[in-house]
C-alpha cells in the first residue's frame, strides 16, 4: 500500500487540473501533481518526484540523494580495501523467481 | 532506474555490513539475547526478505515484522461491509488490488465480484473518479484505505469530485494513521524493542516530529528509512549506533524523499477533509488501539458511510479477528514468526489464505511465504 516509485516529470497536461506526465523507467503515465506544487509549474519538468497511486507524493531532493550517495560511494571503495568480508548478493528474490521487473504501484 | 540502482551497490552493502557486525560486537548482545530491530512498515518488510537482508544479518541482530499493512489491521466486518456495497446493484465498487482476496466473514470481495457483483481493482482513486463520469447511472465508491502515504490522494479526490460536483461518487473511509499503532506497540508489555526502522513514505507526508514521543517518552531510537537495500542497511546501522552511545533520537536516513516536517500540501488536503474517528470501547484488552479517521461533515455527500448508512462499529470487532487456531495477532504485533503459526503454509496459503496477512502485498506472512518459506522447513523423516 505504501510503495512508492519515482518518475521524471516531462510534461505539465493541465495547469488548473494540476496532471502532468511522468515517465518511470520509460513508461509514461499522467499524475496528479497536487501535493509537489507549491512552486511555479513549469519549474516541475525535469524533476523527479514519488509516485504513490497515480499522484506526485514529494520531489526527490536531488542535492540529499546525492548526499547519501556519496556517503554510500565512500563505503563502497572502503569496502574494496577489505578483506576476507562475505560476499554480498543483493540479488532481488522476487525477479529471481518470477522474471518480474520493479513492481510499478 | 534513476533513484533506485544506485542504491542497490553490493560494494556499499558489504561495508555497511560489516560495519553492522563490528557495532553489534560491541552491543555485546547473543543469539539468545538478540538486538531487536523493528520495521514498522510491510513495504520494508517486503524489502528486507526480497534482497536477503535478514539472512546477512548476523545472529546477535534480528528483525522483528511490525504492524504497517493497513490491509492486515482492517476488521473483518468492514470487508463485510464492502461486500455489502458492492452487491447493491447500483453500485459499483472500485479498490486497490490488495483486498481482493481477503476473507470476510462469508466472503472476500474476490468471491463476491465472480458471484457477479461490479467490483473493479484500480490503480489509482482518480481511475475511480473517471469511472463515476462516465457511468453518471451509477454509485462509484472507492475503498479508501491505507496510512498517511495514502490519505492524500483520496483526500484530493474528494476535493476533486466536490469541485466538479460529481454527485455519484463517494469514499468508504478506513484510513489509519501510523504512529497510534506503534503507540500500542511500546504499550505492549509482551514486547520488547530495542530500536525501530521508521517508514518511509508515511513521513514524506507526517514528516519526522510525529515519532518524537518514541525517542523521548519510550527511550527508543528510530531511524525512518528508505526502500533500497541500502537504504535498510544504512538505516540500521545508525539505529545500532545509536544503541552502543545510548542514544534515542529521531533521525532521518530516508532526507532525499522525507523532509523533517512533512509535506504540507498533503497535510492540508488530509486535515481539510478527514477527522479523528470518535474511538468505540475495546472489546478485549491486548487489542492494537489505532486512531482511525472517518470524513468531515462538510464532505459527507461524498461518505459512503452517510449516504448508504452504514454504522459497522470498526473498533468493536478485533483488529486482526483470526480463525480458529490462527497466531495473526501475534503476529501483527511482533511476537511471532509466520512461521510458528500451525497454519502457516498449510491450511493457511496464497491460494486458501485464511486473512489478510498471508494476501496483503505488504502482509508478513505473505513476504514469508513468498521469499523464505523453504528457509525454515524442518524435515523429520
Not at chain 2, 533506485?4 to 547473543?30: G, H, M, Y
Request: net charge negative; proline share 6%; with cysteine.
Amino acid at each position: 500500500m505504501c510503495l512508492g516509485i519515482p518518475g521524471k516529470i516531462i510534461a505539465i497536461n493541465d495547469a488548473n487540473l494540476l496532471m502532468a506526465t511522468v515517465d518511470i523507467s520509460g513508461v509514461t503515465r499522467e499524475v496528479n501533481i497536487s501535493c509537489v506544487a507549491s512552486k511555479p509549474l513549469e519549474k516541475l519538468i525535469g524533476s523527479y518526484a514519488l509516485i504513490h497511486v497515480g499522484f506526485a507524493m514529494a520531489l526527490i531532493d536531488e542535492h540529499e540523494a546525492n548526499r547519501t550517495l556519496e556517503i554510500l560511494k565512500n563505503f563502497g571503495m572502503a569496502s574494496e580495501m577489505l578483506q576476507g568480508t562475505q560476499n554480498v548478493n543483493l540479488a532481488d528474490k522476487h525477479q529471481e523467481d518470477l522474471g518480474e521487473h520493479h513492481e510499478i504501484r | 532506474m534513476r533513484y533506485v540502482d544506485e542504491f542497490r551497490n553490493p560494494q556499499a552493502a558489504q561495508w555497511l555490513l560489516s560495519k553492522i557486525t563490528k557495532i553489534s560486537e560491541e552491543i555485546d548482545r547473543t543469539g539468545d539475547n538478540p538486538i531487536s530491530i523493528m520495521e514498522i512498515c510491510g513495504g520494508h518488510t517486503h524489502s528486507i526478505f526480497r534482497y536477503g537482508l535478514d539472512q546477512l544479518m548476523p545472529t546477535s541482530v534480528e528483525f522483528i515484522h511490525g504492524p504497517g499493512c493497513p490491509v492486515c489491521i482492517l476488521p473483518k466486518n468492514r470487508i463485510d461491509e464492502c461486500i455489502k456495497l458492492a452487491e447493491h446493484p447500483k453500485v459499483i465498487f472500485t479498490t486497490f488490488g490488495d483486498v481482493m482476496r481477503v476473507p470476510g466473514t462469508l466472503k472476500s470481495l474476490d468471491q463476491a465480484k465472480a458471484e457477479g457483483a461490479d467490483i473493479r481493482m484500480v490503480y489509482s482513486p482518480l481511475d475511480a473518479l473517471v469511472i463515476a463520469r462516465s457511468n453518471p447511472d451509477k454509485e462509484v465508491v472507492f475503498l479508501g484505505l491505507g496510512f498517511e502515504t495514502t490519505t492524500p490522494s483520496t483526500a484530493l479526490s474528494i476535493q476533486i469530485a466536490s469541485r466538479e460536483a460529481l454527485g455519484n461518487f463517494s469514499v468508504f473511509c478506513n484510513h489509519i494513521t501510523l504512529p497510534s499503532s506503534i503507540k500500542a506497540l511500546l504499550d505492549d508489555p509482551f514486547i520488547t524493542l530495542d530500536g525501530f526502522i521508521g517508514p518511509g513514505h508515511v513521513s514524506m507526508v507526517i514528516g519526522t516530529h510525529p515519532y518524537d514521543f518514541i525517542a523521548k517518552e519510550y527511550g527508543k531510537p528510530i531511524v525512518v528509512a528508505g526502500f533500497e537495500p541500502l537504504d535498510l542497511l544504512q538505516s540500521l546501522l545508525m539505529v545500532l549506533e545509536q544503541i552502543r552511545d545510548r542514544r534515542t533520537e529521531v533521525e532521518n536516513q530516508y532526507t532525499r524523499v522525507v523532509p523533517e516536517h512533512g509535506n504540507p500540501l498533503s497535510l492540508a488536503a488530509i486535515n481539510e477533509v478527514y477527522e479523528l474517528r470518535p474511538k468505540f470501547q475495546r472489546s478485549r484488552p491486548n487489542e492494537i488501539e489505532i486512531n482511525r479517521l472517518s470524513i468531515r461533515k462538510n464532505y459527507r455527500a461524498y461518505d459512503a458511510e452517510e449516504k448508504f448508512v452504514i454504522n459497522s462499529d470498526v473498533d468493536r470487532h478485533s483488529v486482526t479477528a483470526e480463525p480458529d487456531g490462527c497466531a495473526c495477532k501475534l503476529v501483527i504485533m511482533g511476537r511471532a514468526k509466520p512461521t510458528e503459526c500451525p497454519k502457516f503454509g498449510l491450511s493457511c496459503t496464497p491460494e486458501i489464505p485464511l486473512n489478510a496477512l498471508m494476501v496483503s502485498s505488504e502482509g508478513v506472512c505473505a513476504a514469508y511465504w513468498k521469499y523464505s518459506r523453504m528457509r525454515e522447513i524442518k524435515v523429520s523423516i
